[in-house]
């Protein structure tokens, strides 16, 4: 094409590096250093052929080849030039001039030749003009006016017809119409192209080479190259050959074309059609040139040998070594060869890229081989030259594709991995620099990606695998430096960032969602999803269930006994969790926001005295957080003290409505809650709270004033004042500032009175239960143990008869606690703290005379008198007033100051039993170093009591720290063997005499002399020696008792005097025995227990599988509990220990035989039974005193009680010790949990199966409630009830099988973990549940849980509430067993009528304990209740919020509760909540309700889309809920979502059934493509619904004309329709949002299954992609986050098409072009990137010329057009557009003749027809194409995309002169008619007119005159319109 214009590429605007020939080298090259990126100097020094100027030697004469482009303004060099001299004379003679035709130019009609051409006006022969007359020659030529009038205007006449006659004006503008319509057909191109390529020639090497210097000079024009091309380059050869002659790249590209159309016509000659086009074979060619080059890089080598200098080239480093290999031909081997290379390479990257730019390339294969070479490299080297030379290059290109992005985002982030990599490995810096400079260019050129098309790095898999490498890129970290050099870049980026990461994670999940997966743990992923969503204002909002959870988790490890540790600061959970952290956790660095502060302080405080929580430690744990939180900041201790006395204040006011509702405003409700005043007392304690602030705070405000002392708030302040403790000592002033602010001045004496006589009584109550045997009882209340104890040297002995029935007939644990209950906190600490720890610490040894009976007494002055009586009565008695604090403090004393060696392990138990309490009030260190001291105390006397080492070693296991000093010495303590005394009488006596010896005369001595010869014999520490000397302690007690026939005596009923001294005397051998054996295992062991050998002994004499079993597990009240009891207490054995080897396989067998055997076997008369029943009751007994016993009773008082005798009981030390053991040993964990669960369970199964009458069903009973009443049970099953309704709810046992049994384990559990649901309708009135659905249990029990529900008991409320679900699926269970596959996707079973177990099963297989959900023929659901619960489940679900502040927090705390609540449900009722949300999906959830009568039902079809697509719940008639609000309706959509959700994360589905959901979901997805113009309307008019906008397209049939009726007039009035909600836009598109979110987590199932039959990826997309144009999806661009989410959807499963279905994908894809021009233009460009690459070409794009040139008629359909421009590329029409050459016939004339000849003048060169049609496009002003009636013509917008600025202003200066009028065609669009020439003509005839009273000569004058310059004005204005009319039409 001729006249193209040409411009330089702005990007190799100012640099060409050459590639220099052999011949130029020198001249072009001079001296530089011509490497990759730096620009070559330009050599202008040659001298053209004689006669050219300087001018065109500029054009020609260089060797700077300069690079023009397509898409710039200028001219090309070479172009335009003459191919004659400026100056030429002509030396032959001129021959006549004829006027000749132009050739190319067509006439303006064929039919009417005398026409002539367009623009052109030649001289006619005989025209009037040139006729010479007498006239014309005197006067000259004078034409006559067209008019005879032309003074007179014919504007009235006109005007005036025009309004008269309307027929007039639509004729005239049809004439108007018609007229333009045939100028454009007549403009038309049409006829064969007349074009032929140049022809090529043969010539010799020389010619041939003088033919190529002159195309690489630029001398000589293209048009005489043109005339002898030669042959002989082609292929590789003819990239080869330019690249080293440097040919400039127009040149080059033109001599490539040439070369082309020659091979393409030789080939159509050959009639030798090649299976591929020529531009894809020349493609392949351009790309293997490309290849060859990268291959000569050799993979081996470093990455570093680029040129320093060079900015694109690869950089290269001193350490690099330029001889990597020693063949000196590699292209980095020597500094020749890398600079021929880079300047070969650059070359030719930039000739492929003028090529790509001229359509040479087929754009898809180049584009894609780009993209597969980089993916593919082997090298940095080539990496580096592909990213800097060709990837930067066609980074456009690739924007424009999603795919081509895909895989290039792809390839440099797993480039950038290796990078890295790589990096790890490299020990050179000069390498790690250079691969440092690869990465950050990696980096900047990924961020320059994502800052233009941020869209595209939405890809879910790749984000997922490489989320670190992202966060690498753009995070944090990468935008500092930007931040300070583009502060806006970084800030978009930031905001890109965050954007992209949401999007991929919607599809993949945030990482710390993806964690909780692979750690099985899935229930917090909603928490973190919500917390995403959560505004500024409400993260700012005190989190309540944060600090709840916080504190409880804290607990659970406090509870459990043994989750404290000892840290450096203070204590330390088992999780890490210490007081600063907790304290960090709960404040979160809220410094100033004293309301926030508040709110925290006050839940603390809450969950302290909540009764939902249980343990006394409570206090303790949040005095020591605040007080960490406290002394952050010394200012806070001021804060602290009101917030806490708010904290009061608002429980007076919450208490006080508590009160009011329940109508209990009496002296009752004053009453203060004991765990409120527990909390102060520690606070005061703790010094955490001052009580005299608080009285001056009371008094401040004026609540102590005499007037208002009797209101209900000031009397709750008195009694807090009269609880609250003082600090001891107290001052005086402050006792009695106290006493008058309580009762006042006048009665204070008067009241202080009961306080002191409550004191009084507990002194009294205290001094009977420690009053010293053999000593009289005094009423002195000033001394604790009295005046005779001063004299005491030693303790008491209470080993009598007498003071063990003392201690039983004492009815003091009764008294004492209920006299504590009545007395203030006040009174009680006033008691402790003043009077009985100083008591008893002045109980020492006064002092001790030394002689002759006495020196043998370890004691001295200070000791401590204490015996163990005295000592557990006392904790006790601090343990009855919770005053945790003193007890640690007698424990410390007690421990250093005695030197009783039976006190130790009880102090050590103190330790033990409170070890929370000193460990949460930071005693830690205080605890370990007196139990150390007391230790280096007993070692110096060399004794080594091991209960203390022991303990030592727990406290270090703990957390304490020791030296190595210590750790040795307590490692030789623990082995230290104490020197054996050589008893040379009794080393060859038997053990079996010495014990007997020993049974025969029992006292300590002995023990202790018995030991010390049993442990001399070296075969009695190993454990068989050990196990004997076991055997021979029974057997020796054994012998005893039937030498003193003991059982006969423990059963006889006449229970004498002497028989309780027998049973007493035989209680102290026992004693002693054992005690023998805690001796031996002391010195023989490490711990001290002979665990091993008493397991030993009762597997092989006591189990159920011995070979011989003792007779007296049978016999009726046998010493064998208490034996083992005794060991128990010693800590010879443990507790579960018993439980497990000895109790339960027993429990077992007499479960196993009372199912085996009739009932009648089981009477108390039958004898077959009795050994079982007596063991049995053995059992009984045994398990009281291991697990339940808490106070010791005599014999009589138990026959009292329960009716039954017995002789052996425990002492109060005895029980002291047992107590320390049953929670750590029985309570600890899950597994040790069983065994009391195992207790229950076999309890049940027992009684059961037992006749009524049978005795043993009592004890039974009794021993069941025992244990259920057991506190730390209790709260071992409520610290966390989920696991334990997981572990013992839901276990499998065949012996408790049956549903009656499962049933009573259910309710043991739900009464261990809450107790009895309350069931009173008064507490539900806030219920969720239709009363009129309410079954008569079952409702009424769903309802009270909810009724319960708080933030305290969530998780019991759960536990609770699947209990009642696993109820009703045993009560299916018992029913209809008929199951039916088809509602739940699980496979129907055989069912098993002798077990239930199939209530536990989560299993999918089906097997006979599997439970579905299923239905009848007739849809009636088999199972009321769990109907019932479904439709609750989902109606609470729904449900929306109310106004109030409390209702929401109720309504969003039953939802949380609802999602945690699906965690624990079983498979069957998972089965049942997802078919029935589906059913609620597909519109159906309300098909059943056949309860509305005929007049209720509804005008409209509530059936038919889209109401079917609404979320509806059921009132309480049945029917349909009241219609709720857009805003109420995105909130149910959103609960329904979440709950889904979590329903199908529980993966219970099977694949087909998750495929049938994805059916199901794109049915429905489906039906949103209807409507699209319902959809236009409701959009463009707001607040409009679904129906009032069909209705008015229904009336109006045009979106338009119904948007201005809806917006002005409104709809007509008629019946209103009966609709259930009024559908608004939102509440589709909230709808549609739903479904679409339910597809993502089996979005990679549409991929796996893509088949039609499947999930059909194909249909998928071809529905989704749609909806990008439907306003649903983008609201006009005001909805961008959804159509993010959609377009992401459909990016991903483009992306994700099978291989085999790509091309079919591609198919749709492009004939999807035109349902996506409803798409916002703000948006339409992201959408494009989707859809299929299409080919382009900046000549032919938006442009109607590839239609023209193709042949066919204009389109005005993108999808068409883009056909015709493919049509045009694959025809190789761009290959003939030949720069400087046209194939047309030579002129008749030889040379152009002169127009000054005739007086002409030079005018105004205007640009030629193509020109223009390459700046405006065809048809620049008219009308649209889409007004024709056929034959219609492309879209008006210009090939560059701009006007001229220039033009427009002239346009708009003649468009106002112009006297337009208007004219209608039939279509009713209103046209302008130009008449420009006629007013021209109006105004020269009124300039006439006004000189016609002038001289007459003169007028003839000026009238010649003017008529010549009006001739002549109207040529020029006839051209200029000519002219115009020739550019805007075709």
């Known amino acids: 094409?001729?006249?193209?214009?040409?411009?330089?590429?702005?990007?190799?605007?100012?640099?060409?590096?050459?590639?220099?020939?052999?011949?130029?080298?020198?001249?072009?090259?001079?001296?530089?250093?011509?490497?990759?990126?730096?620009?070559?100097?330009?050599?202008?020094?040659?001298?053209?052929?004689?006669?050219?100027?300087?001018?065109?030697?500029?054009?020609?004469?260089?060797?700077?080849?300069?690079?023009?482009?397509?898409?710039?303004?200028?001219?090309?060099?070479?172009?335009?030039?003459?191919?004659?001299?400026?100056?030429?004379?002509?030396?032959?003679?001129?021959?006549?001039?004829?006027?000749?035709?132009?050739?190319?130019?067509?006439?303006?009609?064929?039919?009417?030749?005398?026409l002539g051409h367009p623009g052109i006006y030649p001289q006619k022969p005989s025209q009037i003009e040139d006729i010479i007359t007498e006239s014309n020659v005197r006067n000259g030529f004078i034409d006559r006016p067209l008019v005879s009038n032309e003074h007179t205007c014919a504007y009235d006449m006109v005007f005036g017809k025009l309004q008269e006659d309307q027929r007039v004006l639509d004729d005239l503008g049809s004439f108007a119409v018609d007229v333009m319509k045939r100028k454009r057909n007549a403009a038309r191109i049409t006829g064969a192209p007349s074009f032929k390529p140049p022809i090529r020639s043969t010539l010799i090497e020389s010619k041939k080479e003088h033919w190529m210097n002159e195309l690489a000079s630029g001398t000589q024009p293209l048009r005489k190259l043109a005339r002898n091309v030669p042959h002989g380059f082609k292929g590789e050869k003819l990239l080869e050959t330019l690249a080293a002659k440097q040919v400039p790249f127009l040149r080059a590209t033109w001599y490539i074309k040439v070369v082309g159309l020659s091979e393409m016509h030789q080939r159509n000659a050959n009639n030798n059609p090649s299976s591929l086009p020529y531009v894809i074979q020349w493609t392949n060619v351009v790309v293997n040139h490309l290849r060859r080059q990268l291959s000569d890089l050799s993979p081996t080598q470093p990455s570093g040998s680029g040129n320093t200098g060079s900015g694109r080239g690869y950089k290269a480093h001193p350490s690099t070594p330029s001889n990597y290999h020693d063949n000196a031909s590699k292209p980095w081997a020597t500094p020749e060869n890398r600079e021929r290379f880079e300047?070969?390479?650059?070359?030719?990257?930039?000739?492929?890229?003028?090529?790509?730019?001229?359509?040479?390339?087929?754009?898809?294969?180049?584009?894609?081989?780009?993209?597969?070479?980089?993916?593919?490299?082997?090298?940095?080297?080539?990496?580096?030259?592909?990213?800097?030379?060709?990837?930067?290059?066609?980074?456009?290109?690739?924007?424009?594709?999603?795919?081509?992005?895909?895989?290039?985002?792809?390839?440099?982030?797993?480039?950038?991995?290796?990078?890295?990599?790589?990096?790890?490995?490299?020990?050179?810096e000069g390498l790690l620099g250079i691969y440092r400079d690869i990465q950050k260019y990696i980096e900047r050129l990924l961020q320059s990606l994502f800052l233009s098309t941020p869209d595209i790095f939405v890809i879910p898999k790749l984000y997922h695998q490489y989320r670190h490498l992202f966060d690498t890129i753009f995070g944090d970290e990468s935008r500092k430096d930007a931040a300070l050099v583009l502060p806006d870049v970084a800030h978009v980026m930031q905001k890109y960032w965050a954007m992209v990461k949401a999007r991929n994670e919607v599809f993949c999940g945030t990482l710390e969602e993806n964690q909780l997966r692979l750690d099985g743990n899935c229930k917090h992923i909603v928490q973190s999803e919500s917390r995403q969503q959560e505004t500024d204002q409400v993260r700012q909002q005190v989190n309540e269930d944060h600090i709840i959870r916080t504190l409880d988790s804290i607990g659970r490890n406090i509870d459990s006994g043994t989750g404290l540790l000892i840290d450096e600061n203070g204590w330390m959970d088992l999780r890490g969790q210490t007081a600063p952290s907790a304290t960090n956790s709960i404040f979160n660095g809220i410094n100033k926001d004293m309301s926030t502060m508040q709110q925290r302080v006050n839940i603390m405080c809450r969950w302290a005295t909540s009764d939902s929580r249980h343990g006394d430690w409570r206090p303790y744990l949040v005095g020591s957080i605040l007080l960490q939180w406290r002394d952050q900041n010394p200012a806070r201790k001021t804060v602290l003290q009101d917030m806490l006395i708010h904290f009061l204040d608002t429980q007076m006011e919450s208490e006080e409505e508590i009160a009011a509702a329940d109508d209990m405003m009496t002296d009752t409700a004053n009453e203060l809650k004991p765990a409120v005043v527990l909390l102060f007392d520690t606070l005061i304690r703790l010094h955490l709270f001052s009580y005299q602030k608080y009285i001056l705070r009371l008094i401040a405000r004026g609540d102590l004033e005499p007037r208002r002392r009797h209101e209900p708030s000031t009397v709750r302040c008195l009694n807090y004042l009269a609880s609250f403790p003082l600090l001891t000592p107290a001052p005086p002033y402050l006792v009695n500032q106290r006493r008058v602010a309580i009762y006042g001045p006048r009665n204070g004496q008067m009241n202080n009175g009961i306080e002191d006589e409550v004191l009084a009584q507990l002194k009294r109550f205290a001094k009977r239960a420690l009053a010293i045997s053999g000593l009289q009882e005094n009423d002195d209340l000033n001394s604790l143990f009295g005046p005779e104890a001063t004299s005491l040297t030693q303790p008491d002995a209470d080993d009598s008869l007498e003071t063990m029935e003392s201690t039983f007939t004492n009815t003091f644990d009764q008294d004492i606690i209920q006299l504590i209950r009545g007395a203030t906190r006040y009174t009680i600490l006033n008691?402790?703290?003043?009077?009985?720890?100083?008591?008893?610490?002045?109980?020492?040894?006064?002092?001790?005379?030394?002689?002759?009976?006495?020196?043998?007494?370890?004691?001295?002055?200070?000791?401590?008198?204490?015996?163990?009586?005295?000592?557990?009565?006392?904790?006790?008695i601090l343990e009855y007033a919770k005053d945790y604090l003193n007890i640690i403090e007698v424990a410390l004393w007690v421990l250093e100051k005695t030197n009783e060696r039976a006190l130790y392990p009880f102090t050590v138990d103190t330790f033990r039993r409170h070890a929370s309490i000193w460990k949460l009030v930071n005693n830690g260190k205080r605890v370990a170093e007196a139990i150390w001291a007391k230790h280096q105390s007993l070692q110096s006397r060399g004794t080594r009591e091991?209960?203390?080492?022991?303990?030592?070693?727990?406290?270090?296991?703990?957390?304490?720290?020791?030296?190595?000093?210590?750790?040795?010495?307590?490692?030789?303590?623990?082995?230290?063997?104490?020197?054996?005394?050589?008893?040379?009488?009794?080393?060859?006596?038997?053990?079996?005499?010495?014990?007997?010896?020993?049974?025969?005369?029992?006292?300590?001595?002995?023990?202790?002399?018995?030991?010390?010869?049993?442990?001399?014999?070296?075969?009695?520490?190993?454990?068989?020696?050990?196990?004997?000397?076991?055997?021979?302690?029974?057997?020796?007690?054994?012998?005893?008792?039937?030498?003193?026939?003991?059982?006969?005596?423990?059963?006889?009923?006449?229970?004498?005097?002497?028989?309780?001294?027998?049973?007493?005397?035989?209680?102290?051998?026992?004693?002693?025995?054992?005690?023998?054996?805690?001796?031996?295992?002391?010195?023989?062991?490490?711990?001290?227990?002979?665990?091993?050998?008493?397991?030993?002994?009762?597997?092989?004499?006591?189990?159920?599988?011995?070979?011989?079993?003792?007779?007296?597990?049978?016999?009726?009240?046998?010493?064998?509990?208490?034996?083992?009891?005794?060991?128990?207490?010693?800590?010879?054995?443990?507790?579960?220990?018993?439980?497990?080897?000895?109790?339960?396989?027993?429990?077992?067998?007499?479960?196993?035989?009372?199912?085996?055997?009739?009932?009648?076997?089981?009477?108390?008369?039958?004898?077959?039974?009795?050994?079982?029943?007596?063991?049995?009751?053995?059992?009984?007994?045994?398990?009281?005193?291991?697990?339940?016993?808490?106070?010791?009773?005599?014999?009589?008082?138990?026959?009292?009680?329960?009716?039954?005798?017995?002789?052996?009981?425990?002492?109060?030390?005895?029980?002291?010790?047992?107590?320390?053991?049953?929670?750590?040993?029985?309570?600890?964990?899950?597994?040790?949990?069983?065994?009391?669960?195992?207790?229950?369970?076999?309890?049940?199964?027992?009684?059961?199966?037992?006749?009524?009458?049978?005795?043993?069903?009592?004890?039974?009973?009794?021993?069941?409630?025992?244990?259920?009443?057991?506190?730390?049970?209790?709260?071992?099953?409520?610290?966390?009830?989920?696991?334990?309704?997981?572990?013992?709810?839901?276990?499998?046992?065949?012996?408790?099988?049956?549903?009656?049994?499962?049933?009573?384990?259910?309710?043991?559990?739900?009464?261990?973990?809450?107790?009895?649901?309350?069931?009173?309708?008064?507490?539900?009135?806030?219920?969720?549940?239709?009363?009129?659905?309410?079954?008569?249990?079952?409702?009424?029990?769903?309802?009270?849980?909810?009724?319960?529900?708080?933030?305290?008991?969530?998780?019991?409320?759960?536990?609770?509430?699947?209990?009642?679900?696993?109820?009703?699926?045993?009560?299916?269970?018992?029913?209809?067993?008929?199951?039916?596959?088809?509602?739940?996707?699980?496979?129907?079973?055989?069912?098993?009528?002798?077990?239930?177990?199939?209530?536990?099963?989560?299993?999918?297989?089906?097997?006979?304990?599997?439970?579905?959900?299923?239905?009848?023929?007739?849809?009636?659901?088999?199972?009321?209740?769990?109907?019932?619960?479904?439709?609750?489940?989902?109606?609470?679900?729904?449900?929306?919020?109310?106004?109030?502040?409390?209702?929401?927090?109720?309504?969003?705390?039953?939802?949380?509760?609802?999602?945690?609540?699906i965690h624990g449900l079983r498979e069957p009722i998972l089965l049942a909540l997802l078919n029935h949300g589906v059913h609620m999906l597909e519109g159906i959830n309300n098909s059943n309700n056949n309860n509305h009568s005929s007049e209720e039902t509804t005008s409209v079809n509530t059936t038919s889309f889209p109401y079917t697509i609404l979320l509806t719940c059921s009132n309480d008639s049945g029917g349909l809920c009241e219609p709720i609000s857009s805003a109420q309706y995105g909130q149910r959509c959103q609960a329904f979502y979440l709950i889904m959700q979590h329903l199908l994360a529980k993966d219970v589905w099977s694949n087909e059934k998750k495929i049938d959901l994805i059916q199901t979901l794109f049915r429905q997805v489906e039906q949103f493509k209807k409507a699209m113009n319902v959809y236009k309307v409701m959009e463009s008019v707001r607040h409009v619904s679904f129906a009032d906008a069909s209705r008015a397209l229904q009336l109006v049939k045009n979106v338009d004309v119904a948007v201005t009726l809806l917006k002005t007039e409104g709809l007509p009035e008629s019946e209103p329709a009966a609709t259930p909600t009024s559908v608004m836009l939102q509440d589709i598109r909230i709808s549609l949002l739903l479904r679409l979110r339910l597809m993502v987590p089996f979005v990679s199932l549409i991929w796996e299954h893509p088949k039609e039959h499947e999930c059909d990826i194909l249909e998928w997309i071809k529905v989704l992609v749609p909806l990008l144009g439907n306003p649903i999806v983008h609201g006009n661009g005001n909805q961008e986050r959804m159509f993010e989410f959609v377009l992401d959807l459909i990016s991903l499963l483009i992306d994700e098409v099978p291989k085999d279905l790509r091309k079919t994908n591609l198919l749709h894809l492009s004939a999807m072009q035109n349902e996506l021009n409803c798409v916002p233009s703000m948006l339409h460009y992201r959408v494009k990137r989707i859809l299929p690459f299409l080919t382009h070409n900046i000549y032919l794009s938006n442009t109607r010329l590839a239609s023209s040139l193709v042949g066919v008629a204009n389109a005005t359909d993108p999808q068409m057009q883009q056909q015709h421009l493919e049509s045009c590329m694959e025809q190789s029409k761009p290959w003939e557009w030949l720069e400087d050459y046209a194939s047309e016939q030579p002129h008749d004339n030889d040379t152009p003749i002169s127009f000054s000849l005739f007086h002409g003048?030079?005018?105004?060169?205007?640009?030629?027809?193509?020109?223009?049609?390459?700046?405006?496009?065809?048809?620049?002003?008219?009308?649209?194409?889409?007004?024709?009636?056929?034959?219609?013509?492309?879209?008006?917008?210009?090939?560059?995309?701009?006007?001229?600025?220039?033009?427009?202003?002239?346009?708009?200066?003649?468009?106002?002169?112009?006297?337009?009028?208007?004219?209608?065609?039939?279509?009713g669009v209103v046209y302008k008619v130009n008449d420009q020439h006629k007013s021209q003509q109006h105004q020269l005839i009124q300039q006439k007119h006004s000189q016609h009273h002038h001289n007459h000569n003169q007028q003839q004058q000026q009238q010649q005159q003017q008529r010549q310059s009006l001739k002549m004005t109207e040529q020029q204005q006839q051209r200029k319109q000519q002219d115009m009319e020739d550019g805007e039409l075709p």
């Open 343 to 428: 300047q070969k390479w650059s070359y030719s990257t930039k000739l492929t890229k003028w090529q790509y730019c001229e359509g040479l390339l087929d754009q898809r294969t180049f584009l894609r081989w780009t993209l597969d070479s980089l993916k593919h490299c082997n090298s940095f080297e080539s990496m580096w030259l592909l990213l800097t030379f060709i990837v930067q290059d066609y980074v456009d290109e690739y924007r424009r594709n999603r795919t081509l992005m895909k895989l290039l985002i792809e390839t440099l982030i797993k480039a950038y991995g290796a990078l890295l990599q790589q990096q790890g490995q490299l020990s050179s």
């Open 1801 to 1867: 003048r030079k005018t105004k060169k205007t640009e030629n027809t193509y020109i223009r049609w390459y700046h405006f496009g065809f048809g620049d002003g008219l009308p649209s194409l889409t007004e024709e009636d056929d034959d219609s013509l492309a879209i008006h917008v210009g090939m560059v995309g701009h006007r001229s600025i220039k033009r427009r202003r002239k346009v708009k200066d003649e468009e106002a002169e112009l006297n337009n009028s208007t004219t209608t065609n039939d279509n």
């Open 831 to 876: 008691f402790t703290s003043e009077w009985l720890v100083p008591e008893l610490k002045r109980f020492v040894v006064k002092s001790v005379p030394i002689g002759e009976d006495n020196w043998r007494v370890m004691t001295s002055p200070g000791s401590c008198l204490l015996n163990i009586r005295q000592y557990v009565t006392i904790i006790k």
């Open 1 to 114: 094409m001729a006249g193209r214009h040409q411009a330089q590429y702005t990007r190799y605007a100012s640099s060409n590096p050459p590639y220099p020939n052999t011949n130029s080298m020198n001249n072009s090259n001079g001296g530089s250093n011509n490497s990759l990126g730096v620009p070559y100097s330009t050599n202008n020094s040659q001298q053209g052929h004689g006669g050219y100027s300087s001018q065109s030697v500029s054009s020609y004469n260089t060797t700077t080849p300069t690079m023009t482009s397509p898409y710039s303004t200028t001219s090309s060099p070479g172009h335009h030039s003459p191919n004659m001299q400026r100056y030429n004379t002509h030396s032959s003679q001129l021959r006549k001039y004829t006027l000749v035709p132009p050739s190319r130019l067509p006439p303006l009609s064929k039919t009417m030749s005398n």
């Open 946 to 1461: 091991r209960c203390l080492m022991m303990y030592m070693i727990q406290l270090v296991q703990e957390g304490y720290r020791i030296t190595d000093d210590m750790r040795t010495q307590l490692q030789q303590d623990l082995h230290y063997k104490p020197k054996v005394r050589q008893y040379s009488n009794r080393n060859d006596t038997p053990l079996v005499t010495e014990l007997k010896q020993l049974i025969q005369n029992p006292s300590a001595s002995a023990v202790h002399n018995t030991i010390d010869s049993v442990c001399s014999r070296s075969q009695q520490n190993t454990p068989q020696g050990l196990y004997s000397m076991f055997i021979i302690v029974f057997e020796t007690l054994q012998q005893y008792g039937q030498e003193r026939q003991i059982n006969t005596l423990a059963t006889s009923e006449e229970f004498q005097q002497e028989h309780k001294e027998e049973l007493y005397e035989f209680r102290r051998r026992i004693c002693f025995m054992v005690d023998f054996l805690k001796g031996v295992a002391d010195q023989s062991t490490l711990t001290g227990q002979l665990d091993d050998a008493v397991i030993q002994w009762l597997s092989q004499h006591c189990s159920p599988t011995s070979a011989t079993v003792l007779d007296d597990l049978h016999e009726s009240h046998t010493w064998l509990p208490l034996f083992l009891a005794l060991l128990v207490t010693r800590r010879l054995i443990c507790i579960d220990m018993v439980l497990k080897h000895f109790v339960l396989p027993w429990f077992e067998v007499i479960s196993r035989e009372a199912q085996q055997r009739c009932e009648s076997q089981w009477t108390e008369t039958t004898a077959e039974t009795r050994p079982l029943r007596q063991l049995c009751k053995n059992l009984i007994d045994l398990v009281e005193m291991l697990v339940v016993q808490d106070h010791c009773c005599s014999e009589q008082q138990l026959r009292q009680a329960v009716g039954v005798y017995h002789p052996w009981v425990l002492r109060t030390d005895e029980i002291f010790q047992l107590q320390v053991q049953r929670q750590p040993q029985l309570a600890t964990n899950l597994d040790k949990l069983d065994y009391m669960f195992g207790l229950v369970r076999n309890s049940i199964i027992i009684v059961s199966n037992l006749p009524y009458s049978s005795l043993l069903i009592q004890d039974l009973l009794k021993l069941r409630t025992d244990l259920l009443q057991l506190e730390w049970f209790r709260r071992a099953c409520t610290r966390d009830v989920n696991s334990i309704y997981h572990h013992f709810a839901t276990q499998h046992h065949n012996a408790g099988g049956e549903g009656e049994i499962r049933k009573k384990m259910l309710s043991i559990v739900d009464e261990l973990i809450g107790g009895n649901i309350n069931m009173g309708q008064d507490n539900c009135q806030d219920s969720m549940v239709p009363t009129d659905l309410l079954e008569p249990d079952f409702g009424q029990r769903l309802q009270a849980v909810f009724a319960n529900l708080s933030q305290w008991n969530e998780e019991q409320c759960r536990v609770q509430l699947n209990l009642l679900l696993d109820n009703i699926m045993i009560n299916q269970h018992s029913g209809t067993t008929t199951t039916s596959s088809s509602s739940t996707g699980v496979q129907p079973g055989t069912q098993d009528t002798t077990t239930d177990a199939m209530v536990i099963d989560t299993s999918p297989a089906p097997t006979s304990t599997g439970v579905t959900v299923s239905a009848t023929e007739n849809g009636e659901s088999m199972n009321k209740e769990l109907d019932l619960f479904v439709k609750f489940f989902f109606d609470a679900v729904l449900a929306s919020a109310s106004d109030t502040e409390t209702q929401q927090q109720n309504t969003q705390r039953r939802f949380d509760f609802l999602i945690n609540l």
